[in-house]
């Protein structure tokens, strides 16, 4: 009965992290119960999940998922945080959550196919989230298009000057 178990939260294991390709390993030794309810509540609202690990069973899971560098890093107290969409958000707030609780530290992860360090997870809560660089892009996109367009119309509008300046100076000669 017991190995069955086992077995089961293996595979739900499995299953929750192949549907994600952002993991990041953090240890918590020394987190308080109501700092850690705190953190997962405030985390949830973001879609951002932290869950607690047998550090044997995310092991198993992890390997079968293809995801073997994370195997290093679960050593001690460890929980794995996932996100759905954007891995700066996640790296964000873990971040600024392991500033408010010192004892939240940070070891490493797996985001979008890549293993990365602790150093690279603060690099990358540096940049501008995913909605912030779709913007980015659509206007960096729009810009010489609005130039180009700017410049059509001056050419036009220049153009259209001329012609008239040329139509009132027939109509002055006719008259």
């Known amino acids: 009965m017991a190995n069955e178990l086992k077995e089961s939260m293996v595979k ?39 869950g607690i690990v047998k ?16 195997v290093d890093l679960l050593k001690g107290p460890t929980a794995i945080v996932t996100g ?6 996640m790296a964000k707030e873990t971040i600024e ?12 992860g797996f985001v979008d196919g890549a293993m990365v360090s602790a150093g690279d997870i603060s ?15 659509v206007t960096g996109v ?12 001056a050419v036009l509008r220049s153009l259209a000057t001329v012609f008239q300046a040329i139509k009132d100076k027939q109509e002055k000669s006719d008259v």
């Open 12 to 50: 739900e294991m499995i299953s929750n992290y192949r549907s994600t390709s952002n993991y990041l390993v953090v240890g918590y030794q020394g987190i308080k119960a109501l700092e850690f309810d705190q953190l997962r509540k405030d985390l949830r609202k973001k879609k951002i999940y932290l």
């Open 55 to 70: 550090n044997s069973f995310a092991g198993i899971a992890f390997k079968e998922i293809g995801v073997h560098g994370i």
């Open 84 to 89: 759905e969409d954007d891995p700066v958000l």
């Open 97 to 108: 959550w392991s500033k408010k609780i010192p004892f939240l530290s940070l070891r490493g």
């Open 123 to 137: 690099n990358l809560a540096k940049l501008p989230s995913m909605p912030v660089l779709r913007v980015q892009i």
């Open 142 to 153: 729009h810009a010489p298009i609005a130039g180009v367009a700017g410049a059509f119309n």
